[in-house]
């Protein structure tokens, strides 16, 4: 087992940086302009990008936090806890692998059904790809988009309705039949109602979408870019859509995506790939040592083992709703 997630961890990997050389090749960047691009390079910026990026991780637990809550009853600082342990593994683990950790972790921890858990992570990663639609039209008032954005809106806008047609299918109890870990999966979908739902869609998860456009824009200075809230958002659109590679921590294809996005807005190549992976690392850092610093303070609760320092963690307070299910999809 441990042997394969090494293997796709590598694999991973290597499509990452094969995706961001090949971009390098063809667009011809040279490398002593790129070198020459980072001298002087504004740290004011770049350290306000990296808070930046620990205040979206916080709009973006608040989002799984209010969908999660009708299964699990979390505090807010629990779930903000538990995302950024789950953020310290997916830069470690391919195609998002932390989340999957995560939702193991709390389900082994409450005793609640993992497929019911995993519905409610389906939902939330939903309700991420519906914020940049609702995000969308906010950001078309400060700019006009470019042609290949509209193409992004048609292809997010129908992958957001085809997996909320399914998760409307599931949730509405109609696939009555079949094992148990497909009925807590279902239970998993229809665990928020409309209400709930409505408001996540529409306050809630636009709010990491504009908050990370005007966070690129900010960091944008840090190499002289004076970037538009459109540009930025496009870059954001284009870095997103690259990570279907599943490289460990979006490595390469997030520099490939956004790369090539701002050179469309004529930002000269060399200091688009600095500036994308510049930033790249303001969002990955913070998180990762973040994720670092709960797993040695709070050792015991995460893996029922002492901190690596010895330290005597406190107990976290009990989770709500932690009956055991008859059945559990593991």
């Given amino acids: 087992m441990t042997d394969r997630l090494w293997l796709r961890t590598v694999a991973g990997l290597l499509a990452g940086i094969f995706a961001a050389a090949a971009v390098v090749v063809y667009l011809g960047i040279n490398q002593r302009a790129l070198i020459a691009s980072l001298h002087g390079v504004g740290e004011e910026p770049l350290f306000l990008a990296a808070v930046g ?12 936090w209010v969908v999660m809550r009708p299964v699990l009853d979390l505090r807010y600082g629990q779930a903000f806890r538990a995302m950024m342990v789950g953020f310290f593994f997916n830069v470690l683990l391919p195609a ?8 193991q972790y709390l389900g082994k921890r409450t005793g609640i059904s993992r497929a019911k858990l995993l519905g409610t992570e389906i939902v939330d990663f939903w309700s991420d790809k519906w914020g940049w639609v609702a995000a969308f039209p906010v950001v078309c008032i400060l700019g006009s988009p470019p042609s290949w954005l509209f193409r992004a809106l048609t292809l997010m806008g129908g992958l957001v309705l085809g997996v909320g047609l399914l998760l409307a299918l599931m949730a509405s109890g109609l696939l009555r039949r079949g094992p148990g870990w497909l009925t807590n999966l279902r239970d998993g979908f229809a665990a ?11 306050v809630i998860a636009p709010l990491p ?30 870095f997103n859509v690259a990570t279907t590679v599943p490289s460990p921590g979006n490595a390469g294809s997030f520099e490939a995506g956004g790369t090539l996005a701002l050179i ?5 190549k060399e ?28 050792g015991e609760t995460l893996f029922g083992r002492r901190s690596l320092f010895r330290l005597r963690a ?17």
């Fill in 53 to 64: 990026g620990l205040v979206l991780m916080a709009l973006q637990a608040l989002r799984w």
């Fill in 96 to 103: 998002r692998g932390g989340d999957l950790l995560r939702v």
């Fill in 271 to 298: 200091t688009a790939l600095a500036f994308i992976f510049l930033y790249h690392l303001t969002q990955v850092v913070p998180g990762f040592v973040g994720g670092v610093l709960v797993l040695v303070l709070e």
């Fill in 209 to 238: 979408w504009l908050w990370e456009t005007f966070v690129i824009v900010v960091a944008g200075h840090a190499l002289g870019l004076d970037l538009s809230a459109m540009q930025a958002f496009a870059a954001l659109t284009a």
């Fill in 192 to 202: 928020n109602n409309w209400r709930r739902l409505l408001v996540v869609e529409t």
């Fill in 314 to 330: 406190p107990a976290l307070p009990e989770v709500g709703a932690a009956v055991p299910e008859a059945v559990d999809a593991r």
């Fill in 264 to 268: 469309a807005f004529g930002v000269p």
